[in-house]
């Protein structure tokens, strides 16, 4: 079994194991959780929910979902953030909506705070299934 895939098994694993809480909203209540496989299955869930009336609704959302997805299942590319950065450019401000807005602010809000995680990531490590996420 290759790395990739075997980071996303132990993903999968993990993510049964240990739910993320629900609540309070905050990084506290990430303990345990598989912080990447969590935010990209509610990005697919709000890209799926989009009234898809606009570019954004019929593209840019699912693109960004499926960016995030390969993130989360051990994608190693460094152009990864870089990417979920430049579609949140094209798709900011556009869909008289908002629900765009509303998907990018979740993204970069994700991509901030779990930016440890990511760069993890990045590097072929998941703080989540090594138990290293504080």
Same mark, same amino acid.
């Given at each position: 079994?290759d790395? &990739?895939? $075997?980071? !996303? #098994?132990?993903?999968?694993?993990a ?10 909203? %905050? !990084?506290?209540?990430? $303990? ?5 496989q @969590? #935010?990209a299955?509610?990005? *697919? *869930?709000?890209a799926?929910e989009?009234?898809?009336? =606009?570019? /954004?609704?019929?593209?840019?959302? /699912? #693109?960004? &979902?499926? @960016? ?8 190693? %590319?460094?152009?990864? /953030? &870089?990417e979920? $950065?430049?579609?949140?450019a ?5 869909g008289? =909506?908002? +629900?765009? %807005? ?7 809000? &994700?991509?901030? #705070?779990?930016s %440890?995680?990511?760069?993890? +990531?990045?590097?072929?490590? =998941? ?8």
């Amino acid at each position: 079994m290759d790395q &990739a895939a $075997e980071l !996303s #098994t132990r993903h999968q694993r993990a993510h049964a194991e240990h739910r993320p809480s629900r609540g309070r909203g %905050d !990084s506290s209540s990430r $303990e345990g959780a598989v912080w990447a496989q @969590t #935010t990209a299955s509610i990005a *697919y *869930y709000l890209a799926q929910e989009s009234a898809k009336q =606009c570019g /954004p609704g019929v593209f840019g959302l /699912p #693109t960004m &979902a499926q @960016t995030l997805s390969a993130l989360a299942d051990g994608g190693r %590319d460094p152009l990864l /953030p &870089a990417e979920l $950065e430049r579609l949140s450019a094209l798709v900011a401000g556009r869909g008289a =909506c908002h +629900h765009p %807005d509303g998907f990018v602010q979740l993204i970069a809000s &994700a991509l901030e #705070t779990f930016s %440890d995680e990511v760069a993890a +990531h990045l590097g072929g490590q =998941c703080l989540a299934v090594s138990g290293r996420l504080a």
